[in-house]
């Protein structure tokens, strides 16, 4: 179990970023587009994207299912993909304690929602039982190793964790396990993203509401002196093409009950 997750400022961060999502969330749109690839090729009838986001994928899930239902913790976000008018439903509840009858989801699609769980045992549990027997659910999250330049270079500021913990692979197996889920398919992907400097990095971060939420977390404002320091320790990982990368290990599944 993770450490306690405030949902209600986790819902409130997501919310603020609502509008500049779509825009800087370029790791998002990627991982879920190759999420969406691994999709089994059958017609379904009642399908969940599980954090929606601003619904950036509720087009595509649109075309595998007759019936479609968007949720997420944020109402904030639920406006935002309510807008694209793709979804016959939205919902804003928790992952952790879907709102939603048993065994009525055909698909589930989660890309990079569950990192966010408190518990994610019991998230995938909830998944196993809104899945109807032939169902599938599909997702992408991210692993221990993301993110690992920039917490590499908050240590040369101060010891406070700043950077979330991500859980490594071999303990993701046995979530999945103790929730009683079947993997149908499994992947490992590395994906590297590029940056002009560490203003840039944070700001992408922030943009999307991605702000950590487990962990000792520091409550002081990032001052310049902190913000020099940082970027002073970040340059060590400083491409020749003159980017500054920032690695996400994400572990894609597709599971059935």
């Not at 518990?119 to 809104?130: C, G, H, N, S």
């Amino acid at each position: 179990m993770h450490e306690p997750v405030d949902k209600q400022a986790l819902a409130s961060r997501f919310g603020k970023a609502a509008q500049s999502y779509d825009q800087y969330a370029l790791l998002q749109k990627e991982v879920g587009r190759n999420l969406l690839s691994l999709i089994p090729d059958e017609k379904y009838g009642h399908g969940l994207d599980l954090g929606c986001g601003s619904g950036f994928f509720l087009p595509d899930l649109q075309q595998w299912c007759s019936y479609l239902l968007a949720l997420d913790i944020s109402t904030g976000m639920l406006k935002q993909a309510a807008l694209r008018e793709k979804a016959q439903g939205y919902v804003c509840g928790d992952a952790e304690a879907l709102p939603l009858s048993s065994e009525s989801q055909d698909l589930v699609f989660t890309s990079l929602a569950l990192q966010w769980c408190h518990d994610p045992v019991q998230a995938f549990r909830e998944i196993k039982r809104v899945l109807t027997s032939q169902g599938y659910a599909l997702f992408a999250t991210l692993s221990e190793g993301s993110l690992f330049e920039l917490r590499e270079a908050w240590t040369a500021v101060d010891e406070h964790e700043h950077i979330n913990q991500f859980m490594a692979v071999p303990e993701l197996r046995s979530v999945l396990q103790s929730a009683g889920l079947q993997c149908k398919t499994w992947q490992i992907r590395r994906h590297v993203m590029h940056y002009a400097d560490v203003s840039a990095i944070l700001q992408s971060l922030k943009r999307i509401g991605a702000s950590q939420v487990n962990g000792e977390r520091c409550q002081g404002l990032l001052t310049r002196q902190k913000l020099f320091r940082l970027q002073q320790a970040y340059e060590r990982y400083r491409l020749p093409t003159g980017l500054l990368p920032v690695t996400y290990n994400v572990c894609y599944g597709v599971l059935h009950r």
